[in-house]
């Protein structure tokens, strides 16, 4: 076997966020080893101390500190500026609710060594964010091995997803130097002949990456498009779900509990809403709608009103934009996600799940199958509250989108485990406290 079975992809490009949160951790107990380890201060300051940590490091992963993307200084001023105050704010909070006189020269103490602590970070993350992109993006040359017409395709892919890997068709592999390649790409590994074989093996025997198309989508794009599917992967049962096997019931069991917690938790919000919706145009509190679920059986969703009452008197459309028919109050319910909650009822009663492909209206649905190689392999498992594609890919306007977004679901139906469903409950709260996804960008 040339080609080796890949675990966990969607670690690849969390390995620098996981590297910089463990970095985060050394500089924080090196920074207040004197505060720690100070034989004069009470346990519960050190208590406090250590929430401080889980404070700082949670608020850097939802503002971005982590990213390192390319961004200018002045934001990365500003990101560490809101996580000093907010850190301020916790711990002077913190230090005086906790004791019955105020500990000034403690305060004091923590505050100049937190400033320095920041600016330190400061400095560190800027130059992370110039190592990251001059070494661990650097530009790698791939070469593709397969027919023409797939070769631009996954070229096309790569282009518009980073300038980083360069990918050249060729139909001859003898004529490549080992000088001058990084990785080569399989598009279908049983068409490959004995010569060009033992030219493969050659390769990754001395550390040249040999990949098929749809591994190589999943470890360097985080998603599967149609086209890098073939009938064999689906014959192998690539995409196949286990019949009701032990992590789908464990699944099944957290989806209920959760729900019902988030239900519980969330009812003042939701009954807020209820008022504000009936006080902004005096209309119908919620509507159902009709969706597309597992084994394509349409069953009804529940949702808090965010759109006027004849927003679809010309039938079902497209989000857009600004769209007009969103009322006011609606705008801020579906930037803060609340009009969905009361779909925790669907969960409940085992028509969804908490993570999953996002079900689409059957008129809307079925266009899609039309248009999209492949589309019914979401239905495969139960659509979800929020899945891969929502929390990677922007809010879906069109078919081009739902094109892009069933890559992403794909990914998640091959790829899905409890550590990944994990994964995108904690960026599914990032989204939501950044207020970010919930709305189509033309």
Not at 52 to 70: A, E
Request: include cysteine; hydrophobic fraction near 45%.
């Amino acid at each position: 076997m040339i080609l080796g079975k890949l675990s966990y992809p969607w670690l690849r490009y969390r390995k620098k966020i996981i590297f910089s949160f463990i970095f985060d951790f050394f500089l924080y107990f090196l920074f207040f080893a004197h505060i720690i380890f100070d034989g004069t201060i009470n346990s519960e300051y050190r208590i406090i101390l250590f929430f401080n940590l889980f404070f700082w490091t949670s608020l850097s992963y939802i503002f971005g500190r982590y990213d390192f993307i390319k961004e200018s200084i002045l934001r990365r001023i500003l990101i560490h500026i809101v996580l000093l105050t907010f850190c301020f704010a916790f711990y002077n909070i913190s230090i005086n609710y906790s004791s019955n006189f105020s500990e000034i020269s403690l305060i004091r103490k923590f505050t100049i060594t937190f400033t320095i602590y920041v600016s330190f970070c400061f400095l560190i993350t800027n130059f992370l964010n110039q190592y990251f992109h001059k070494y661990i993006f650097k530009k790698n040359n791939f070469f593709f091995i397969g027919n023409e017409e797939k070769a631009k395709l996954v070229i096309k892919e790569f282009k518009n997803q980073s300038s980083n890997y360069i990918i050249k068709p060729i139909n001859e592999i003898m004529k490549i130097d080992k000088k001058n390649v990084n990785g080569i790409i399989v598009d279908n590994p049983e068409e490959v002949v004995k010569e060009i074989t033992k030219k493969l093996i050659f390769f990754q025997n001395i550390g040249i990456e040999v990949i098929t198309t749809l591994n190589w989508c999943e470890m360097y794009l985080q998603r599967i498009p149609s086209f890098a599917i073939t009938n064999s992967d689906i014959i192998k049962g690539l995409f196949k779900t286990e019949f009701q096997s032990i992590e789908m019931r464990i699944k099944r069991l957290g989806d209920i509990l959760l729900a019902l917690i988030l239900l519980i938790i969330t009812f003042p919000i939701i009954l807020t809403s209820m008022i504000l919706i009936f006080l902004d145009d005096r209309g119908p509190i919620f509507y159902t709608q009709k969706r597309v679920g597992k084994n394509e059986k349409i069953f009804s969703i529940i949702k808090l009103r965010s759109m006027r009452v004849d927003a679809e008197r010309k039938g079902p459309q497209w989000a857009k934009e600004k769209d007009l028919r969103i009322t006011k109050i609606g705008t801020l319910l579906r930037k803060l996600r609340f009009d969905e909650l009361p779909q925790l009822i669907s969960v409940i009663k085992g028509e969804m799940s908490l993570i999953g492909p996002r079900p689409e209206r059957p008129s809307i649905d079925k266009e899609l199958k039309k248009s999209i190689p492949h589309y019914s392999l979401r239905y495969s498992i139960r659509p979800g509250l929020s899945g891969w594609a929502q929390v990677n890919y922007p809010y879906g306007a069109s078919i081009k989108d739902s094109k892009n977004k069933l890559s992403y679901d794909l990914f998640y139906i091959k790829n899905r485990s409890f550590i990944l469903d994990i994964l995108i409950l904690i960026k599914t709260i990032k989204l939501i406290l950044n207020a970010k996804g919930s709305t189509p960008k033309n």
